[in-house]
C-alpha cells in the first residue's frame, strides 16, 4: 500500500488526471477523490460532470468551489411524489439561482439536465446569454417556463446540439420559437418538442431540418400534421430516433403514400414513439421500419385497438423497451410476449383514468411476459388484479428484475384468487431477483411484505409504499434490513413515531425519506430534526393561510400531514415558501 | 357484508371471507377516512354497477403531465353517430372523427356492414351501387353523404343511414 501510493504519487498530476479520464460514473469518482489529497485535487480540478440528486442537499456556491471546472450538470427538485400532485405547487425546486451563480463564476457550463424543477423564462434567458459553449439542454418533468424561454435558447445558442423536453407542462405562448434557431445553426442532432401544446412553424422546422445534417433524434408535438411528417422524413431519412405527431390521415390519399415510401428510406430509425392522435388504420406505414426498433413508445396514442396494436407489434421482433396501454389486454401481452424476445423493459399504463370502463390487464399478462421474455429486468405495470400465484410465478421465470413497479388500480386489492395479501407474491420477486435496486409495492399488503423486503432486498435503492403495512414494525423492517436505500415514500400507512426515531442515523445514509398521510406527529419530527442537525425535516402544509397560522393550530400530538426529510450540506433552505416549515 | 378488507390501522383482523376471484371497486370520496385512505371495502361491490373511480388524490400514480395529455385527448375525441341499415337488425356507431374523408369512411362503412356501396358522382349520387350512405344532418333532414365538403358533414351530420339503392334515388343536389 505505502509503496504504491508514493509510486501512483510520482506520476504528474496530467496522467493521473488522463486515467481519472477513463471513470465514466459518479460513483467511481466519488470513491478516487477520497484516496488521498493530492488525488482529491486532481480529481476535482477535473471533474466534468457533476449529479445532484437533491438540489437542497448542496447549493450553488459549494458546488462551484468543489467542482471550479465542472461542464455538464444533472439537477433533480422536487420529490417524486410531487408527480402525483402530492406536493403542493410552489414548493420549491428552483434552477435560477444555480444558473445564476455559474454565470457569475464563468462555469463553461455546456450540458443541463433537470428533472421537476421549476424552470422560469428568466433562468431559460440567462441560461441563453451565460454560457457561450452550451450544447444540451434535457428538462424532464418540469415546469415554470413558456415558449419564450425556448426562443432565448434558440436565439442564442449557437452550438445548440440537445434540446429535449419530456413530459414538461409548458405555457405555450404559440410564438414562434422554433423560427428562433438562426439560418446558421446547422448544430442540432437532438430536438423533442413533443410536450408542447401549440402550432409550430412547418415550413421553419423543415429548413431547420434540412440544414441540421447529423440530427438523429426527432420528436414531433401533436400540432404537427402527417404532411408535415412525411416532408421531414424525406428531408432526414438518417434519423435514429423518431417521434412522430399527430398520426392520422386518409390511408388512401397521395400524402399518405409519400409517407409511407418516405418512411421505408428510413433504415435507420430505432426507436419511434408519438402517435398523439393516431388513425389504426395508418399504422402500418411504420411496419417497414418495424424490424429493427429496439424502443417503442404507444402510451400517447389514444384509441388504437387491441388487434391493430397486436399486428403492429408483431413485427418488431428486437424490441427491448416498450412502453404501451393497457388496451393492449393479456392477450396482446400474449403476442408481446411470443415475439419480442429482446424485451428489457415494459411499461404498461392505465388508459382509463377517468370512466369507470374495465382496464384491460390482469396478472394473466404479466405472467405471459415473463415466461416469454427471458431479458426482461424492469417492469411498471398498472393492472386490475394481481394474484401471488402469479407473482411466484413472475419471480421464478424473471430473476433478473432490476426495477419492479406494480400498481394495482385499487390500491388494497388482494389476490384475486384467494383473497390473501400480496405479501408472498413480493416477497417472492425479492427473494429471487437479487439485483432488484427499485420497487414499488400495492395491493392489500401487511407488515409481512416489509420483513422479506428487509430480508432479501439487498440491493434495494428505492422503495414506494402506499396504503400499506399494520403498524411501525413494517417500516423497520425496511429501515433496519435495506443497506443500500436511498429513497424511501410511504404514503397512507400506518407508520408512526417508532418507526421514524429508531433509527435516525439511517437517514444520512439516504438521500430523502417521503411520508404523508401516516402516523407519525409533529413533536416526532422536531425530536428528529434537533437530533440531527444535518437533515432538512420539512412540514409541509396545504396553503391554507400558511405555516404560521397551522403552526398555530398544530400540537406536538398531532399527526402531520406530509414530512419530507432528505441530509442536507447547507443547513434549511432560504426559498421555502409560507407552507413549508423546516425543523 | 363480510368486513373482509377492512382497513384499518391495526393488527390485521381475522376476518375472511371465502369468496373468490371477487374485485374490489374503490369507494367514492365521501367513504373515504380523512386522509384518503378507503374504508371498508366490500368484494360484492362490482357486482353492481360499476362504483365511481375513487378520489384518491394521486391514485393511479399517473404523473400530472400524462393525465392532462389523455384528457385532452379524450375531450377532443369522438364524433359518434349511430349507423343504421335498412333491413339490419340492429345499428352500430361509429366515430366519424377518426376518418379523413369520405373514401375513408365509405370503405369502413363497406367493412362493418359487409356491402359495397360504389362510386359517388355529383350528377347521380351513388347509381348503380345496391347501397348508398344517407346522413340526417341538424335540420332533420336526410341527406346523400359526399355532396357537402368533408369538414361540413363532419360537423353536421347526426346520423347515418345506409339505404338501398333504389330508396335513395330522389336525394342528393342534382336529379
Known sequence: MCLFQSVMNYFPEEVLEHVFD????????????????????????SRKKVFI????????????????????????????????????????????????????????????????MVVSDESLKLLAKSFPNFKSLVLVSCEGFTTNGLAAIASNCKFLRELDLQENEVDDRKGHWLSCFPESCTS??????????????????????????????????????????????VQAPQLNDLGTGSFTHDPNSE???????????????????????????????????????????????????????????????????????DTIGDKGLGVVANTCKELQELRVFPSDLYGVGNAAVTEEGLVAISAGCPKL???????????????????????????????????????AATNQPLDEGFGAIVQSCKGLTRLSVSGQLTDQVFLYIGMYAEQLEMLSIAFAGDSDKGMLYVLNGCKKLKKLEIRDSPFGNMALLSDMGKYETMRSLWMSSCQVTLGACK????????????????NEGGAGEVEARLDDRDRVEKMYLYRTLVGPRTDAPDFVRTL | MPADLNLRLGLPGSDQSDKSNKRSSPE???????????????????????????????????????????????????????VSMDGAPYLRKIDIKLYNGYSHLLTALEDMFKLSIGEYSEREGYKGSEYAPAYEDKDGDLMLVGDVPWEMFMSSC?????????????LGCAQ
Open chain 1, 527 to 542: 425530536t428528529l430534526a434537533e437530533k440531527m442537525p444535518r437533515l432538512n425535516v420539512e412540514i409541509i402544509s396545504e
Open chain 1, 22 to 45: 477513463f471513470l465514466t460514473s459518479h460513483r467511481d469518482r466519488n470513491a478516487v477523490s477520497l484516496v488521498c489529497k493530492s488525488w482529491y485535487s486532481v480529481e476535482k480540478f
Open chain 1, 188 to 233: 442540432l442532432v437532438s430536438l423533442n418538442f413533443a410536450c408542447l401544446k401549440g402550432e409550430v412553424n412547418a415550413a421553419a422546422l423543415e429548413r431547420l431540418v434540412a440544414r441540421c445534417r447529423n440530427l438523429r433524434s426527432l420528436r414531433l408535438n401533436h400540432a404537427l400534421p402527417l404532411e408535415v411528417l412525411q416532408k421531414i422524413l
Open chain 2, 28 to 82: 367514492t370520496a365521501e367513504d373515504t377516512a380523512s386522509n384518503g385512505v378507503p374504508a371498508a371495502k366490500s368484494a360484492d361491490d362490482h357486482e353492481t354497477a360499476p362504483a365511481p373511480k375513487a378520489q384518491i388524490v394521486g391514485w393511479p400514480p399517473v404523473k400530472s403531465y400524462r393525465k392532462s395529455t389523455a384528457k385532452k385527448a379524450e375531450t377532443e375525441s369522438g364524433m359518434y353517430v349511430k
Open chain 1, 255 to 325: 400524402t399518405f403514400i409519400k409517407l409511407k415510401n418516405a418512411v421505408k428510406n428510413c433504415h435507420s430509425i430505432r426507436s419511434l414513439s408519438g402517435f398523439l392522435d393516431v388513425n389504426g388504420r395508418c399504422l402500418p406505414a411504420v411496419y417497414p421500419i418495424c424490424a429493427n426498433l429496439t424502443a417503442l413508445n404507444l402510451s400517447y396514442a389514444p384509441g388504437i385497438f387491441s388487434n391493430e396494436l397486436t399486428k403492429l407489434i408483431r413485427h418488431c421482433k428486437k424490441i427491448e423497451r416498450l412502453w404501451i396501454l
Open chain 1, 53 to 116: 440528486g437533491n438540489c437542497y442537499a448542496v447549493n450553488p456556491e459549494r458546488l462551484i468551489a468543489r467542482f471550479p471546472r465542472l461542464r455538464s450538470l444533472i439537477l433533480k427538485g422536487k420529490p417524486h411524489f410531487a408527480d402525483f400532485n402530492l406536493v403542493p405547487h410552489d414548493w420549491g425546486g428552483h434552477v435560477y439561482p444555480w444558473i445564476e451563480a455559474m454565470a457569475k463564476s464563468r462555469i463553461n457550463l455546456e450540458e443541463l439536465r433537470l428533472k421537476r
Open chain 1, 377 to 415: 429486468n424492469s417492469i411498471l405495470y398498472f393492472c386490475q388484479q394481481m394474484t401471488n400465484a402469479a407473482l411466484i410465478t413472475v419471480a421464478k421465470n424473471c430473476p433478473n428484475f432490476i426495477r419492479f413497479r406494480l400498481c394495482t388500480l385499487n390500491p388494497i386489492v388482494p389476490d
Open chain 2, 158 to 170: 347526426k346520423r347515418l343511414r345506409i339505404m338501398r339503392g333504389a330508396d335513395a334515388r330522389g
